[in-house]
């Protein structure tokens, strides 16, 4: 029977990973064109593709909250059950922020100046390399294992979020520089900071990893 809850809450996590990756897949397909939309005042495209967004969001959701019943009911020990609750309501808030994004520049009526717009796209690519990379770990995590391959990874998403970090802190810089009310300014940087806080998020995330590493190593 543990083993038998041990594979559901397997299956599920590689569920939960697949939504995730769905959201985040659909966010940097879409980016461009929601950004563009905005700009073409087309509003019912625009909303139908921040509905698509929220409807895969909401399955993410419904499948952490079937991976926290099952840690609940057992399945790992409860020191592995409480790591793996914190990662994945993690993850789960990666899929929470790209809805935000989405929401932002649709309800706030955003239009993003073409300034910011390949800036804006190399964070969202670069986020998305690390989070790909998060999750190989994860699914590692798992099952088997080498310890210094994860390491590498492990450094090699703090890498992805310094790089992320640079281009936020440049895109900030010149935003001030340009011939916005300061209103917008603040519109635009709000919007800057919650795409760069999905980096963030997975790099904290990681740490969580090298935690449990450490621990299953006392």
Same mark, same amino acid.
């Given at each position: 029977m543990f083993f038998k809850k041990t594979n559901t809450i397997i299956d599920l996590?590689?569920?939960?990973?697949?939504?995730?990756?769905?959201?985040?897949?659909?966010?940097?397909?879409?980016?461009?064109?929601? @950004?563009n939309l905005q700009i073409n005042n087309r509003v019912d495209?625009?909303?139908n593709l921040t509905e698509e967004l929220k409807q895969r969001e909401h399955q993410a959701d419904?499948?952490?909250h079937d991976?926290?019943?099952?840690?609940?009911?057992?399945?790992?020990?409860?020191?592995?059950?409480?790591?793996?609750?914190?990662?994945?309501?993690? @993850?789960?808030k990666v899929a929470d922020t790209t809805e935000d994004v989405f929401k932002m520049i649709a309800y706030e009526r955003i239009q993003i100046p073409l300034e910011l717009h390949e800036p804006l796209c190399q964070m969202?690519?670069?986020?998305?390399?690390?989070?790909?990379?998060?999750?190989?770990?994860?699914?590692?995590?798992?099952?088997?294992y080498d310890q210094n391959q994860m390491i590498r990874q492990l450094v090699e998403i703090e890498e992805?979020?310094?790089?992320?970090?640079?281009?936020?802190?440049?895109?900030?810089?010149?935003?001030?520089?340009?011939?916005?009310?300061?209103a917008e300014k603040l519109q635009y940087k709000s919007l800057i900071k919650t795409i760069?806080?999905?980096?963030?998020?997975?790099?904290?995330l990681s740490d969580q990893v090298e935690i449990i590493l450490s621990s299953r190593n006392i």
């Open positions: 996590l590689n569920d939960h990973i697949d939504a995730v990756k769905s959201c985040y897949q659909i966010y940097m397909d879409s980016f461009e064109d929601i @950004v495209q625009l909303n419904l499948i952490r991976v926290i019943v099952e840690l609940l009911r057992g399945g790992f020990l409860v020191d592995s059950r409480k790591s793996t609750m914190r990662l994945v309501e993690g @993850v789960d969202n690519a670069i986020t998305l390399e690390q989070l790909n990379s998060f999750f190989d770990i994860l699914s590692k995590l798992m099952t088997t992805f979020e310094s790089k992320v970090d640079l281009i936020e802190e440049e895109l900030i810089r010149n935003l001030f520089q340009m011939d916005l009310d300061l760069s806080s999905m980096s963030d998020l997975i790099e904290d």
